[in-house]
């Protein structure tokens, strides 16, 4: 079965810095582009980075280039995110997504996590 | 950026009856190379995350009751429930996955009427 498990939010100040932990398992993590998708609370969904199978690519939206890092490592099975220079209007539960098929084009997010919440908050 | 325009932003449809979420991208999600359009539908339930419906615009996903379709092509786009339950109060997103930044659709809040 299929899990992706996210970790690592929280209340941070603005300016601050968090890493969320995506755990993968159930499938080859090592075969799929994984995603970051964020959600603000009340609103909707907003694609955040992604990265290749081999962490040779990776693609963020305009605002978080140059704060946000994606990474991963396929020998432990990890996605993960370091948010630096967090601000306010990055509050939202932030979601890990598989891509449904293993190949070099993006299909879609067939699998998610349950979400972990990150605050930006004096 | 391709901007993905869903409308109508809510709809109220008696149980049974059908119900249509249009989805509109300012410019083509359709890849000549494989004739397959970039486009996905996602229903998303209050506290959860969201679930995958239609992938490649037309395609439904294991599982998914064969009342939820998709339709469309290049740059316009259709998921039909052909006769709604009460379980499928939800908000459904449209998404293109053609280029980056990777973008969704502002959402469609489905409701009993």
């Known amino acids: 079965e299929v899990q992706l498990v996210e970790s690592g939010g929280g209340l941070v100040q603005p300016g601050g810095s968090l890493r969320l932990s995506c755990a993968a398992s159930g499938f080859a993590f090592s075969n799929y582009w994984m995603n970051w998708v964020r959600q603000a609370p009340g609103k909707g969904l907003e694609w955040v980075a992604n990265?290749?199978?081999?962490?040779?690519?990776?693609y963020y939206v305009d605002s978080v280039k140059g704060r946000f890092t994606i990474s991963r490592d396929n020998a432990k099975n990890s996605l993960y995110l370091q948010m630096n220079s967090l601000r306010a209007e990055d509050t939202a539960v932030y979601y890990c997504a598989r891509e449904i098929e293993s190949s070099n084009f993006w299909s879609g997010y067939g699998y998610w996590g349950q979400g972990t919440l990150v605050t930006v908050s004096s | 950026d391709i901007v993905m325009t869903q409308s109508p932003d809510s709809l109220a449809v008696s149980l049974g009856e059908r119900a249509t979420i249009n989805c509109k991208s300012s410019r083509s999600v359709l890849y000549n190379s494989n004739n397959k359009n970039f486009l996905a539908w996602y229903q998303q339930k209050p506290g959860q995350p969201p679930k995958l419906l239609i992938s490649w615009a037309s395609t439904r996903e294991s599982g998914v009751p064969d009342r939820f379709s998709g339709s469309g092509s290049g740059t316009d786009f259709t998921l039909t429930i052909s006769s709604l339950q009460a379980e499928d109060v939800a908000v459904y997103y449209c998404?293109?996955?053609?280029?980056?930044?990777?973008?969704f659709g502002g959402g469609t809040k489905v409701e009993i009427k």
């Open positions: 998404h293109q996955y053609y280029n980056s930044p990777l973008t």
């Open positions: 990265i290749k199978q081999d962490g040779s690519e990776k």
